[in-house]
């Protein structure tokens, strides 16, 4: 159990983000469930959490955002005094060429997935209690140089160089900073846009030959922000199945 202590979990209304925002709950701590969009589901997720005795709030927040992202933090140490761990879920993701890549659609891919994560790192350096956990969210993508990804990979570069930075500038304050590399995950984020025929594609790719689901994830999250890893710091944890 962890106690009284306090988890804000970024685009967590649904698929893996949902996943971990339960999970972290059914470990015992108060969780903060952000969304930029889903204000019904995350209020569904929040009482579904909390029927099962578990505590939870919603905090809608853009986190391309910086003044949201501030806001965000302070309504959780206003609720509940101070915030212990940061799991940066939020993200997107649209397989295209780079050469047909729209403005657009890299400019949005870099607004949530790196500036997000900036934003949240940034507040959570200044704010985040001693002791405390981080957890970013990168891609086995990076790993497989898929056409189609180079945008989405690029994005991911970057939360990896956070990552490995960042543990390191926090020196002194016993504040872990890792991220985990999840492979190919049934959820809507994933599953969107794939024929049935490359979504049984990606379910071989493994050699557990299946596709990954939230749990396996929240899994991963809930031992990085636990106790017994508390000696595993600027790392990358790829949760794939084996595909890379």
């Known amino acids: 159990m962890s106690g009284n202590k306090v988890a804000i979990v970024t685009g967590a209304s649904r698929g893996i983000g949902a996943a971990i925002a339960e999970r972290l709950a059914s470990d015992g701590f108060t969780v903060v469930i952000n969304y930029s969009g889903g204000a019904a589901a995350a209020q569904e997720l929040a009482r579904a959490i909390e029927a099962k005795g578990g505590k939870a709030l919603t905090a809608q927040a853009d986190v391309s955002d910086p003044a949201a992202v501030r806001r965000m933090f302070e309504s959780a140490e206003a609720a509940f005094g101070g915030v212990d761990v940061l799991v940066n879920n939020a993200g997107v993701l649209k397989t295209v060429p780079l050469t047909e890549t729209s403005d657009e659609d890299y400019d949005r891919h870099f607004a949530i997935n790196t500036k997000g994560t900036f934003n949240t790192l940034r507040e959570a350096g200044k704010r985040l209690k001693d002791g405390g956990r981080i957890v970013n969210f990168s891609s086995t993508t990076l790993a497989l140089n898929m056409p189609g990804y180079a945008v989405y990979n690029a994005t ?23 991220a985990v590399a999840p492979g190919p995950i049934a959820t809507s984020l994933f599953l969107d846009g794939k024929s049935d025929e490359l979504v049984a594609q990606f379910a071989k790719m493994p050699p557990l030959e299946r596709l990954g689901q939230p749990d396996d994830i929240a899994n991963v999250i809930s031992f990085l922000v636990g106790p017994d890893a508390g000696w595993v710091n600027g790392q990358i944890l790829r949760a794939n199945g084996g595909v890379a």
């Open 156 to 178: 991911k570069a970057a939360v990896e160089a956070f990552t490995h930075v960042f543990a390191k500038e926090l020196r002194g304050r016993n504040i872990t900073v890792n």
